[in-house]
C-alpha cells in the first residue's frame, strides 16, 4: 500500500538554528499538508499545498516558516530560527483530491526537539 | 472558525464491550474525518464521512449533518483497539482539517 514517507523521525536542534523537515507524497496524489502536534495537545493544521504553491495556512504558519517542493517528489517544510516553542510532532499527509471526498494518508511524522 | 469537540475525553471499558466515542461541530463542513492515533505517535485514517453511516470491520461512522454531530462506534471491543480516536471536520478543497482533542481509549482484557 502507498505510504507518506518522512525524514527525519526524530531531530534534536539547538534554538535558533534552522530545520528541514521532509516528506515523500504519495505519488498521484494533488493536495499536500502539515500538521504539527505539541506533547499532550491536539493535532494543528499549518499549511496545504496544491499546484505547486500554497493553498491555505493558518496563523501559526508565520514568516518562520516555509514550505516547498523543489524536485516534485518531496515536499519540505522549512523552520528558521526555530524556538523552544516549535518542539512538537510535524506530520506530513497527502490527498488525491479534496479533503472534503477523500481521505488522507498521514506520514509517521517527525519528532522536532529544539534545545 | 469551526470548533470541534469530543467526548468523553478518556475511556475505559473491558473486552467486548461497545463503545460510542462523540463529536460535533459548529460549523457546517464538507466532510468529517475520523482517524485513530497509537501511542507511538502515528495517525491512521478510518473514515472519511459527509452524510449517513459507514461501516469497515467492528468501526461505524454515522453523521448527523443537521445536528452537526457524529459518533465513531466499536463493537465487540478488543486491547488492540486502545488507541486515541480523533474527528476533525474539513470545509473541503484544500482547506486544513479542524481537529478534536481526541479520545483516549483503554480497552481492557
Known amino acids: 500500500e502507498p505510504e507518506v514517507t518522512q525524514t527525519p523521525s526524530h531531530q534534536v536542534t539547538q534554538m535558533g538554528q534552522e530545520v528541514i523537515l521532509r516528506c515523500v507524497p504519495i505519488?498521484?496524489?494533488?493536495?499536500f499538508y502539515w500538521y504539527r502536534q505539541i506533547l499532550g495537545q491536539k493535532v494543528e493544521f499549518l499549511v496545504s499545498?496544491?499546484?505547486?504553491?500554497?493553498?491555505?495556512k493558518s496563523e501559526i504558519f508565520d514568516d518562520q516558516f516555509s514550505v516547498e517542493r523543489p524536485d516534485g517528489s518531496n515536499f519540505t517544510l522549512k523552520i528558521r530560527s526555530t524556538k523552544l516553542e516549535d518542539s512538537a510532532m510535524y506530520f506530513c499527509?497527502?490527498?488525491?483530491?479534496?479533503?472534503?471526498?477523500?481521505?488522507?494518508?498521514f506520514g509517521a511524522g517527525s519528532r522536532l526537539t529544539v534545545l | 472558525k469551526n470548533e470541534v469537540e469530543q467526548s468523553p475525553q478518556n475511556l475505559t471499558a473491558q473486552e467486548g464491550e461497545f463503545i460510542t466515542i462523540n463529536c460535533s461541530y459548529s460549523?457546517?463542513?464538507?466532510?468529517l474525518h475520523w482517524l485513530q492515533q497509537h501511542p507511538g505517535g502515528g495517525i491512521v485514517s478510518l473514515f472519511m464521512?459527509?452524510?449517513g453511516k459507514k461501516k469497515h470491520g467492528r468501526l461505524i461512522a454515522t453523521i448527523n449533518i443537521q445536528e452537526k454531530h457524529s459518533s465513531l462506534h466499536i463493537t465487540a471491543s478488543h486491547p488492540r483497539d486502545s488507541a486515541v480516536y480523533i474527528c476533525?471536520?474539513?470545509?473541503?478543497?484544500?482547506?486544513?482539517?479542524?481537529f478534536g482533542k481526541g479520545t483516549h481509549l483503554i480497552i481492557q482484557p
Open positions: 499527509a497527502s490527498v488525491p483530491g479534496s479533503t472534503g471526498a477523500n481521505v488522507l494518508t
Open positions: 505519488s498521484n496524489h494533488l493536495y
Open positions: 499545498f496544491y499546484n505547486n504553491e500554497i493553498s491555505e
Open positions: 460549523v457546517g463542513i464538507s466532510a
Open positions: 464521512l459527509s452524510s
Open positions: 476533525a471536520a474539513s470545509g473541503g478543497g484544500a482547506d486544513g482539517l479542524t
